[in-house]
């Protein structure tokens, strides 16, 4: 039976690196995600959750967004309408999507369109709002909104029109090797890949008719943004492991998430099916103020980069990261990445690490290992305060939760009718 396993997820595996991920297209959410047509609804990142149930930060963001798309005109209207249950909630992982932290995302929200060309699938992720006061972190304030009008009504259909100039889309997989070799791992650093996407897109940019001076906001608000690829690169790593997750056999991990409330994973050979469990509180370094009494349990859909190969299991590329996020400094940098090989199917040559004597990174995430083994997936992740409103406070790292893979590993076994 274990054979068989390892036969099963190597197929997994062999997908994820075959996966040919494209930049294609920037469009309201409600174009691509039938599910927003007629109806009021948010998606949301994690696993299921309903909003009274949701952690302040993201109940934040719902308010945003409410007000965004004109349900509401103030704050108790926006919450009145939420606890009244007239707007409904869907996982972004549900339609093919990602967001960060609260992964808020309503129906004129522009998204990013990646295409996994070796399965035809695609996905999509919210743009990035830089830093500050931003709706992934629960601020709603009229800042707030300014700037996603802004994104819906300029940012978003300019990118669009680049991007629909480029003969056959942006090939992700380049970028992505490319910024490796220059300290991202791309979930808490995104510096060299954000400049690398505004070297390539910047002469398509140029060529779109519109007015200068929104032409040089557009590319002055990449060039600030340093997360700006975050959310490129997480539909990237959704698209890939969505494409791998058509095989419904084996024990990698396809997706990794959290709500603020309970950490989410999906293995391949258990489908849609979520196993949960609590979230963990983000260790890390705080900003001038703040404290780990001020901060929210782990959230967002970005654990996806984890999923990937990229992130935290990443970390050796990133040793500039280290000490940001409270890891240390080189030495501990490359231990993090070597422990986590040990609950990996092998490496993805596709994304060689100079700082790791070009070993690719960590490739397939098998629960098997993670239960047998006792390691936890380390998550790189900005921390939110627990409070609706207040922008990020602090950058850490959390571990995924071991119970998430015993429950899965409990339930493949079950299904494949193997009793200890």
């Given amino acids: 039976m274990d054979e068989t396993i390892e036969q099963r997820n190597q197929m997994v595996v062999d997908k994820i690196r075959e996966g040919a991920p494209f930049l294609i297209d920037v469009v309201p959410a409600k174009e691509k995600i039938g599910e927003f047509n007629g109806r009021k609804l948010l998606l949301h990142a994690g696993p299921p959750i309903e909003f009274q149930d949701m952690t302040g930060p993201m109940q934040g963001a719902c308010i945003g967004a409410s007000l965004f798309e004109g349900w509401a005109e103030t704050e108790a209207d926006a919450l009145a309408l939420l606890r009244n249950g007239e707007v409904e909630f869907m996982p972004c992982h549900h339609v093919n999507a990602v967001g960060p932290m609260g992964g808020i995302t309503s129906g004129n929200m522009p998204v990013f369109v990646v295409e996994n060309r070796t399965e035809g699938n695609e996905a999509y992720c919210t743009m990035n709002e830089g830093i500050g006061n931003v709706l992934r972190f629960g601020a709603y304030s009229k800042e707030v909104i300014d700037r996603l009008e802004w994104m819906r009504d300029v940012l ?54 519109m007015d200068k001076d929104d032409r040089k906001d557009v590319i002055q608000f990449i060039a600030n943004a340093e997360q700006f690829f975050l959310n490129i690169v997480m539909a990237s790593g959704k698209s890939v492991l969505d494409g791998a997750r058509k095989i419904e056999e084996g024990t990698i991990v396809t997706a990794m998430c959290r709500n603020g409330k309970e950490f989410g994973i999906r293995i391949s050979g258990m489908g849609d099916q979520w196993f949960t469990a609590l979230v963990n509180v983000p260790k890390g370094l705080y900003f001038t103020g703040y404290s780990q009494e001020d901060a929210n349990g782990d959230i967002g859909d970005s654990a996806i980069m984890e999923a990937y190969g990229l992130g935290g299991m990443a970390m050796v590329a990133s040793p ?64 939110a305060h627990k409070e609706a409103g207040l922008p990020q406070i602090g950058a850490g790292q959390a571990r995924a939760p071991l119970a998430c893979f015993e429950k899965a590993i409990a339930a493949y076994a079950e299904k494949l009718n193997v009793h200890s």
Avoid at 177 to 188: N, P, R, S, V, Y
């Fill in 156 to 209: 978003g259909p300019t990118l669009a029109k680049a991007l629909r100039s480029i003969d056959g889309g942006m090939n992700l997989n380049v970028l992505i090797a490319k910024a490796i070799t220059m300290g991202d791992e791309f979930h808490m650093r995104n510096m060299a890949s954000t400049l690398v996407f505004l070297k390539e897109i910047s002469p398509y940019l140029m060529a779109v008719p």
């Fill in 320 to 383: 500039g990261l280290a000490r940001f996020v409270g890891a240390g400094g080189y030495k501990e940098a490359r231990e993090i990445s070597d422990e986590m090989s040990q609950i990996v199917t092998g490496h993805n040559a596709n994304f060689p690490i100079p700082t790791w004597d070009f070993q690719g990174t960590c490739l397939g995430v098998d629960a098997r290992k993670v239960v047998e083994t006792g390691i936890e997936p380390l998550i790189n992740t900005g921390i």
